[in-house]
């Protein structure tokens, strides 16, 4: 059985008018479609303009498309807000005295669902928790809902209560697990749950006890660094440097760090991010402002390109400007002596175009405006530490934002203009330190989940969603607790030079890629085999033509893959001719189409089929209002068996 080379070729000799052009086989044998000049000519100018022995280079050209009225919806809601427990993993078939979960469930694909060897972003996700009780492990659990335990890495001295970060730190195109150990190391797992590394001690810069470390590329070469704390570490485990101010942590208060890395500045360089300095790659100071230590976030807050960063700390909350200095301050609705105050979230809560932040404490889960006056606040119960986090999603797609907060006992949604109550869900329990609620679409059914980390009464995890399954879509990665969307890849690669958050979506802990819209739109990607020639068929060989088009409202910036598809005479399949396409697709327009060239083997070939972000059979890469058009066949004939 031949198989086939293919290659792209880029064509412009001619012109193409697409009218009737499925009848066509470029054989100039009555086809009309193919016109070198812009217009038909009968099959005696074809004589003249084409060799009917050779495929000839041609054509065709970008162009507008019909756009699809359901992918654009103004200021009306996606769906309704009902929520249900999905499903919950509470037992667990290995160590299963390990059952408790105190930190922020990461979300990423680590395990080859569909067969096509690797796990990225058309897989389903899974769930990465460390659970606690008879020992430490770190579990993987397929977000189908099935419960599956992919992963039981067990005796990897981790943190408890710790954190992890997925990523792919080592560019072989699998996610990895980052976690913080009891002895103040780092470690990394490979997808199958190979220990890769363990770092050197980080006692410095790392607290002990529930540390989140944070996966980027600091200095854009393509081999990400690994923050914890004030330490930064190489994607192999070496320590390249360590701050000497905060780590991103209320020093001497409570546990944890949930440091990170932002290009705060906009120099196009990302800096390691605490509560009252920023770092280099090496650990050395840009600046320390001389303020105490906190858990940072950072949104834009003002009219300039820069970042602000907003700290909690010993029951406060301040806004400082990218060089530091202190903008406003505020005492959190109900902390004190002893609630100091959770990570901060940013997001647009009302709608109004610019961005607030969020902090929850002992008693209260409060959102502020830029000036550090409270919108409002709203009661929870969080004796225990005072410090839990919190995310923001749009689950309507009405264009505002929710906060979703876990405290002691309950699962709360907050309406983000006013607080107002829009779920109180007692199937949840937790002792709570730094951990929060993460949002995903964990099972790939184009909706986004709550996964909830739970220890007491409940343990292990609980995945909320919507009973109407009406929830706007949602990333299939959560990878870190310092997450911005930016960050991470759909993938779980780590982009060597991210998008700046905060001037694409200005939010933080958050995964809501539409809140402040007023609405939504959505791309929606097709593909179309536009002719296929037959002419060299004697020589084995065939030429195809294959566009993208976007009837979406959204343009298409992702990179997504155009392909076409070949079933043999044995039944058998094969990609002969592939485009990542990296350039923007404009809503309601098509590319200039891509020419692909079978150079040997076409008479095996019985069936063509072109395909966009994956076709039909699952997810891609790219959310779009309608997913089951990204394919097409070619139903003219073909080469004759050879």
């Excluded at 067969?115 to 389903?124: F, P, T, Y």
């Excluded at 100071?285 to 834009?300: E, F, H, K, L, T």
């Excluded at 007692?426 to 790939?444: I, R, S």
């Excluded at 929606?524 to 009837?551: F, G, I, K, P, Q």
């Amino acid at each position: 059985m031949r198989r086939l080379s293919a290659l792209l070729l880029l064509a412009a000799c001619s012109d193409y008018n697409l009218e009737n052009s499925k009848g066509g086989n470029g054989d100039a044998e009555g086809d009309t479609a193919f016109d070198p000049e812009g217009a038909n000519h009968s099959d005696d100018d074809y004589e003249e303009d084409v060799d009917p022995d050779v495929c000839e280079p041609r054509t065709i050209e970008a162009r507008d498309v019909t756009q699809t009225d359901e992918c654009q919806v103004e200021g009306d809601p996606v769906g309704s807000f009902t929520p249900v427990v999905e499903w919950k993993k509470e037992a667990w078939a290995v160590q299963a005295g390990s059952n408790q979960v105190m930190m922020m469930p990461a979300v990423g694909s680590l395990n080859d669902d569909d067969g096509d060897g690797d796990a990225d972003e058309n897989d389903i996700p899974d769930v990465v928790v460390v659970t606690y009780g008879s020992e430490d492990v770190i579990r993987v659990v397929s977000g189908d809902g099935s419960g599956t335990e992919l992963l039981n890495i067990r005796n990897s001295g981790v943190q408890g209560q710790g954190g992890v970060a997925l990523g792919d730190i080592d560019n072989d195109g699998w996610t990895d697990i980052v976690a913080p150990t009891n002895q103040r190391t780092l470690v990394a797992y490979d997808h199958n749950g190979t220990r890769m590394w363990t770092s050197g001690n980080l006692s410095s810069a790392m607290y002990g006890t529930s540390d989140n470390p944070a996966i980027a590329d600091l200095d854009g070469d393509g081999n990400p660094e690994i923050i914890c704390g004030a330490a930064i570490v190489s994607n192999t485990g070496a320590t390249l440097g360590t701050g000497r101010a905060g780590i991103g942590n209320v020093a001497g208060n409570n546990v944890g760090t949930t440091s990170f890395a932002y290009d705060i500045d906009n120099d196009g360089v990302q800096e390691v991010v605490v509560g009252n300095a920023l770092y280099k790659r090496n650990g050395t100071a840009i600046w320390s402002n001389g303020q105490s230590d906190g858990y940072p976030a950072v949104g834009n807050f003002d009219s300039d390109d820069k970042g602000e960063i907003v700290v909690t700390v010993g029951g406060k909350i301040r806004l400082q400007d990218d060089d530091g200095t202190v903008l406003c301050s505020a005492d959190i609705p109900g902390a004190g002596a002893a609630y100091y105050g959770g990570p901060p979230t940013v997001a647009d809560f009302d709608g109004d175009g610019e961005a607030e932040f969020a902090a929850a404490a002992g008693s209260r889960y409060s959102v502020f405006e830029r000036d550090c006056s409270v919108v409002w606040q709203a009661a929870t119960q969080d004796a225990s530490s005072g410090n839990t986090g919190s995310s923001v999603f749009d689950f309507e797609g009405d264009g505002v934002a929710e906060a979703v907060y876990a405290d002691e006992t309950r699962l709360w949604v907050f309406a983000g203009p006013d607080g107002a109550v829009k779920l109180e869900s007692k199937q949840h329990t937790n002792a709570t330190w730094l951990e929060y609620p993460a949002v995903a679409d964990v099972d790939a059914d184009g909706h986004a989940e709550i996964i909830v980390a739970n220890t007491g009464s409940y343990s292990g995890f609980t995945v909320f969603g919507d009973k109407a399954d009406s929830w706007r879509s949602a990333r299939r990665v959560w990878n870190q607790h310092a997450y911005t969307i930016t960050n991470v890849n759909d993938d779980g690669s780590i982009p060597a030079k991210p998008a700046r958050n905060l001037e694409t979506y200005n939010n933080f802990r958050s995964g809501d890629i539409y809140a402040g819209t007023g609405g939504y739109i959505l791309p929606d990607l097709s593909v179309t085999v536009d002719d296929v020639c037959r002419d060299e068929c004697d020589n084995d060989r065939l030429v195809a033509w294959v566009s993208v088009m976007n009837h979406g409202f959204e343009d298409v910036t992702t990179e997504v893959l155009v392909e076409l598809v070949a079933t043999y005479s044995d039944g058998s399949e094969a990609v002969v001719g592939s485009t990542a396409v990296t350039e923007t697709i404009p809503a309601g327009r098509a590319l200039q189409a891509f020419e692909y060239a079978v150079e040997s083997g076409a008479g095996d070939i019985t069936k063509l089929l072109g395909r966009v972000d994956g076709g039909n059979a699952g997810p891609g890469n790219l959310t779009e209002c309608i997913e089951d058009n990204n394919q097409e066949r070619w139903t003219e004939d073909l080469c004759p068996d050879r």
